[in-house]
């Protein structure tokens, strides 16, 4: 039966229906099929159709052992897009695992700023058995993207663009690229130039290739063109290409010559490599965790914060402890105070995780810091004068206490009070001192909502109830 004979109800496949671009089960089943049988046909036929960002995926996600038989299985026919794909961990152990011929020709196939991000953090031997394998040019262009500082739009760049005199029309400019034999794989503006290889303007392809060859090319240069010093932080290369809408942009030295380009796909990588570095960053983990760790390194990783943790937590525990007294003359008040601690974390974590969000993307600055404060603050008011009636209400139904529903009340509104204070005062302090406030506020935030709202609400019952 074809295709359209099916009806419309029938059910999708597995693998479909697993996700729109996962991996299904049946076919990671079938690739991992063909490599113990050694049937490499299988495994090419099973792989030719896969995107390389598929490929990359598929390798974090087995296990090292066929993970390596793999790779071995498929030799020559390995993609060095893959390399570009995979996560740094697991990329040094397929390099491993490569032949150097297979190598050799994956990496020629790269970009110069692929490639850069290949080695750059591979030992200086490693380093040279990859170089060594490229055009004298090509070497040459790495390895002078190489010294600059780590993080930086030097380290970021392609060395891969097109340029043209900055008098040229666009006859000129055509007729260059048709008699080149080797241009960039991808780009999307050619950069202009002046007689000092000082970039003055781009020109998108689409205006060139709908323009009249004898349209001078200055007069078709973009409104919005942006120049990344080469030693400018990547974070602040890809802020500006979110911010501007860029698709790509010259990258120049200290003498403000043309080096290099960044293209958006660069830019976006590095925004998505931040973001998740924040998420990690704001539960305790090592950025540098991945799924395909083993249990001793996800372990060693994990076990600083969880210190950290420790620590603060018996902080909250000692002021537990000076009311003992009151709390063994009211059972109930063991009962309900976790709850008022609970509110406030997660209070908390709400204004933390969006405070940490707007300073990484600059909306939280120096001039509206004062209003959000203020605004969180009377967030945490407004929610907590709402939990207050319920937890009141529930503390008086519960215990037949009046006394104990306006202590747990007013113990909720001071606690989500001071929630909405801490989650935004204690990034804001820690990125005005110059520290990371997505590695170091979590813990911060957490330790003043459980300390007040122990102290919050157990003082006042101390004083209430006694």
């Not at 079938?30 to 490599?35: D, Q, T, Y």
Request: charged share 25%; hydrophobic share 45%; proline share 4%.
């Amino acid at each position: 039966m074809n295709d359209h004979d099916q009806t419309p109800d029938a059910p999708a496949p597995e693998d479909e229906r697993e996700g729109a671009y996962d991996l299904g089960r049946q076919a990671v089943a079938r690739i991992i099929n063909a490599v113990d049988n050694d049937d490499r046909a299988a495994l090419i036929a099973e792989l030719e159709p896969l995107h390389p960002a598929d490929i990359a995926d598929l390798l974090e996600q087995i296990d090292a052992f066929d993970r390596r038989r793999l790779i071995e299985l498929y030799g020559d026919e390995f993609d060095g897009d893959i390399l570009s794909e995979l996560e740094d961990s697991i990329r040094e152990e397929v390099l491993r695992y490569l032949n150097p011929e297979v190598l050799a020709d994956a990496v020629r196939e790269l970009d110069s700023d692929d490639v850069v991000d290949l080695i750059e953090d591979l030992e200086d031997h490693e380093q040279d058995a990859i170089l060594e394998v490229l055009e004298d040019s090509d070497r040459i262009a790495v390895r002078q993207s190489l010294t600059y500082p780590e993080y930086s739009a030097g380290r970021l760049m392609q060395r891969e663009f097109v340029m043209a005199p900055e008098h040229w029309n666009v006859g000129e400019a055509i007729d260059f690229m048709r008699n080149q034999q080797e241009l960039p794989e991808q780009f999307y503006h050619i950069m202009l130039v002046d007689p000092k290889l000082h970039p003055v303007g781009n020109v998108t392809l689409g205006k060139l290739m709908s323009s009249r060859r004898e349209v001078m090319l200055s007069s078709l240069v973009e409104d919005t063109f942006h120049v990344i010093p080469v030693t400018q932080d990547e974070g602040d290369v890809a802020y500006a290409f979110n911010q501007y809408h860029l698709i790509s942009a010259p990258v120049v030295d200290e003498n403000e010559r043309l080096v290099g380009v960044i293209t958006i796909d660069d830019a976006m990588a590095v925004l998505d490599d931040e973001h998740e570095e924040d998420m990690l960053r704001l539960a305790g983990v090592d950025e540098e965790s991945s799924l395909s760790d083993s249990v001793g390194a996800t372990a060693r990783r994990r076990l600083p914060w969880l210190v950290v943790n420790l620590v603060t937590a018996n902080l909250a525990a000692l002021v537990i402890s000076r009311f003992e007294a009151t709390i063994a003359q009211f059972v109930a008040l063991a009962v309900l105070m976790p709850i008022v601690a609970s509110m406030g974390g997660n209070a908390g974590t709400q204004v933390l995780t969006v405070a940490v969000r707007a300073l990484a993307a600059r909306d939280l600055t120096g001039s509206n810091a004062v209003r959000v404060v203020r605004r969180e603050a009377l967030v945490g008011l407004l929610n907590g004068g709402v939990f207050a009636v319920l937890m009141g209400g529930m503390g008086y139904v519960w215990f037949g206490s009046p006394v104990l529903g306006y202590v747990i009340a007013a113990a909720m509104v001071i606690n989500l009070t001071v929630a909405g204070l801490a989650g935004t005062l204690v990034p804001l302090t820690l990125d005005r001192f110059g520290i990371d406030p997505a590695l170091a506020s979590g813990t911060f935030v957490t330790t003043l909502t459980d300390v007040i709202g122990f102290l919050s609400f157990l003082g006042l019952a101390t004083i209430f109830l006694l």
